[in-house]
């Protein structure tokens, strides 16, 4: 089970994430997404769960829960076919010139 942790601190680092849900379960794997440029934190990540059932209990009682010091918003992680596209794609950054 793939689970999206949102509102995460910015200090928040992995061990933190594995720590929180490993109390629930087994992690197989942790990721923060980082900023490519300033090598920051974007305050989300992800957390993989292989049993489904612990990550439900995972997922009802972290969400609102604090970590680090922010109420983080937990709930399980969409795949990336049902997002929405976003505006502002690549093509928009370039501007629509015509040859």
Known sequence: MNIYVGNLSYSATEKD???AFGKYG???NVSVIMDKMSGRSRGFGFVEMPNRE???KAIEALN???ICGRAVRVNE???KADREPSEGGWENR??????
Do not use: C, I
Request: net charge positive.
């Open 54 to 56: 612990e990550g439900q």
């Open 17 to 19: 994430l594995r720590d």
């Open 77 to 79: 992680a969409r795949p």
């Open 64 to 66: 609102g829960a604090d």
């Open 94 to 99: 370039r501007g629509s010139r015509s040859r």
């Open 26 to 28: 087994a992690v197989s």
